[in-house]
C-alpha cells in the first residue's frame, strides 16, 4: 500500500510506476526536463527525487539525465533497483517529508517525448486485422500470403516522426491513384490524403544496445525491452493503396506515429502475461515460445470521444518476443531506443477492429460516431487510444499512458 492518498483505483498505484519526461515551465529552481513517474493524480520527478535522497548509486546518473536514454541503455538490474527504490519510497511513510517536494498535479506538467527513437518499425501481427486488410486491399486475392504464418511480417517505419501524444496530426499530401487517367495519360493525382486513418497498436521500448549478430530468442523479451507504449499508426491508405506494391509502404505511414508519453514497464505487466493463440505451423525453432508470451491488454480506441473499437491485444498471434527475435535474427543489432510495434490490433468482433479501414469495410461502410458517420477521419477529429491491463496488486487495473491527436488539415 503506497502512503498517497487516492492512488488506489486510479489506474497509477504502487504496481504500475510508468516512466517518462516532463517539463515543470514554473520551477525556477528545477529548471529544465525531468524524469518522472506516475503514482495517483501526481507526477513524481525523479531526477529532483534521487538528487535529494539516497539512491542506488547506478540508479542515480541514469536519472540526471535528460530523456529515458541513459536509464533504457543500463538494463533490466538497474530497472529492477530502480522500481523496488521507488517502491519503498511510495509504501515507507516514513519518507513522506523527502518524496513530497518533488510530487506535482499531473495537470501541471507537460510530458514530451521521453527518449530517443533511434528505429521505428511496425509488424502486422494481428491475424484478424492482417485477414481483413488482406481482404480489402486485395480482392479476390489471397487474404493472408504464405509467408504470414511463418514469420512476423514487418518494415522499417520512420523513426524522426515519432511524435508524442498530444501533438496535432497534419493531413499529408501524397500520390493517390485515379479511376481514370487524366489528358497525358496519367493514372495518379497529388493532393492532400483523402483516406485518412488510425492504428491502434501496442509499441516495445528496446532497452540496452546489442552488438551486431546477436540473435534474441523469443523468451528473452524482458532482457531487452523496457517497456510498452500505446501507439497510433496514422496511416493514409489513398497514398498507402497506390505506393505500397511491391516493396511496402513508405508516405503513406511516414508523415506521423503517435506514441504515448508515460512508458508502462514490462516488470508491471507480469500479471497481464498470457498464452499466445495457437500458432499453425508451430514457429521454427527460432521463433518458438516456452510458455506465456503474449499480453492482455485491453485498448479502447475513441473517436471525438465515443468508442468507436475495444480490440483485445491477446488476440494478437504473434508476440513480442517472437518479433524481437525474427528482427534480430539476420544480425543486425539493436541501438537503445529502438521501438518496434505489433502492427494494428484486431480481434475477431465487428467492434475490435482498431482502425477504420476495418471498421467501415475499405470506406464502404460508414460507422456512426456520436451523431455523425465517417469512413475515414475528416479535419478536426480527434483520436485517442487507451490501454488498461491487470497489475500484481489486488483488484487493479493498469492505465496505460494515452495516446491522443488531433488531425490538422492540409497546408
Ligand atoms: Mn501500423
Known sequence: MTWIEGAAGSGYDVDHLPLGVVELPDMADRTGTQVATRIGAHVLTLTS??????????VQPALAARDLGPLLAA???????????????????????????????????????????????????????????????????????????????????????VVV?????????GQRRTSEPDRAGRLATYAPSR?????AELGFVVGPPTAPGTRIRPDDLSEHV???VAVNDWSARD??????????????????TSAAAWVTPLAALEDARVELPPQDPPPLPHLAVNGPAGYAIDVEVRLNGHVVSRPPYASTYWGPGQMLAHLTSGGLPLRTGDLFAGGTISGPGEDERGCL???????????????????FLEDGDEVSIVMTASGALPGSRLRLGEVAGRVLPAD
Request: glycine share 10%; proline share 9%.
Open 49 to 58: 527525487l534521487a538528487a535529494a535522497v539516497r539512491t542506488p548509486e547506478d
Open 75 to 161: 538494463g533490466p538490474s538497474t530497472w529492477s533497483r530502480l522500481r523496488a527504490w521507488l517502491t519503498d519510497l511510495l509504501t515507507d511513510a516514513t519518507h513522506r517529508d523527502d518524496v513530497e517536494p518533488h510530487l506535482h498535479a499531473h495537470a501541471d506538467v507537460r510530458p514530451i517525448l521521453p527518449f530517443a527513437v533511434a528505429d521505428f518499425v511496425d509488424f502486422y501481427a494481428s491475424e484478424h486485422h492482417a485477414r481483413r486488410a488482406g481482404e480489402i486491399m486485395r480482392p479476390g486475392g489471397e487474404a493472408l500470403l504464405p509467408n504470414w504464418r511463418h514469420l512476423p511480417v514487418g518494415y522499417h517505419g520512420r523513426a524522426g516522426t
Open 165 to 173: 501524444s498530444g501533438t496535432p496530426v497534419r493531413r499529408p499530401y
Open 195 to 199: 483516406r485518412l486513418d488510425f492504428e
Open 226 to 228: 523496457f517497456g510498452v
Open 239 to 256: 497514398i498507402q493503396g497506390w505506393e505500397y506494391a511491391p516493396l511496402g509502404p513508405l508516405l503513406g505511414k511516414a508523415f506521423a
Open 357 to 375: 479501414l476495418e471498421l467501415t469495410h475499405g470506406g464502404a461502410r460508414p460507422i456512426r460516431v456520436g451523431s455523425d458517420e465517417r469512413t
